[in-house]
């Protein structure tokens, strides 16, 4: 039912105490590990609360900016040349003073059916995305301390991601019914 030319996979899921240990867990196997990461990935660190779709969306525009053909001219494209070449922590702070940006997230919050919460409202449902970027998976999540590559995809983004949703956030908290995926594919 998923279009074939699949760009990237958002996660929405409630945070739990299962998933914060697993999570906190794999951050340091990966610290002690280490692992490969694309050059060309496109990462930034949240400092705003409650950003965190906007994060995922950042990550998965960003991430295939070429592919959608964004404008170099549009706000996102502007803010996407901004943080060429900056550290994941540059680059969040770069969206903190994203003034365009802001303004098109809070009319677009304003246009939808549900209140967006504010940016200091306690929440526990999260916004993540996966993308494939030279071949490999990667869960990007502006809260964390860096990109995860969970390895090559064999060629199908979605299949890689669902697999990944399962093992190490569904299979986590399996009495939750809380997690929502959604495709951004190219028409």
């Known amino acids: 039912m998923v279009p074939p030319d699949r760009l990237a996979v958002t996660l929405l899921y409630q945070t739990s105490k299962n998933i914060r240990k697993f999570k906190e867990e794999q951050q340091k196997e990966i610290e002690a590990t280490g692992q490969k990461l694309s050059p060309d990935l496109v990462y930034l660190k949240q400092f705003v609360g409650n950003a965190c779709g906007t994060i995922a969306c950042l990550h998965c525009l960003g991430n295939n900016s070429q592919v959608l053909g964004l404008s170099p001219e549009s706000p996102i494209g502007k803010f996407l040349e901004n943080i060429k ?62 990109p995860i590559n969970h390895g090559p995809t064999a060629g199908d983004l979605l299949a890689a991601a669902a697999q990944v949703i399962k093992a190490k956030f569904m299979d986590q908290d399996p009495e939750s019914v809380h997690f929502n995926m959604m495709a951004l594919v190219k028409s």
């Open 85 to 146: 070449g900056k550290t994941p922590k540059e680059a969040g702070l770069a969206l903190v003073d994203a003034t365009d940006l802001h303004s098109a997230s809070e009319a677009s919050a304003r246009g939808g059916q549900t209140a967006a919460p504010e940016a200091t409202a306690d929440v526990d449902a999260h916004f993540i995305c996966f993308i494939e970027k030279d071949g490999d998976l990667y869960e990007l999540d502006g809260n964390k301390a860096f």
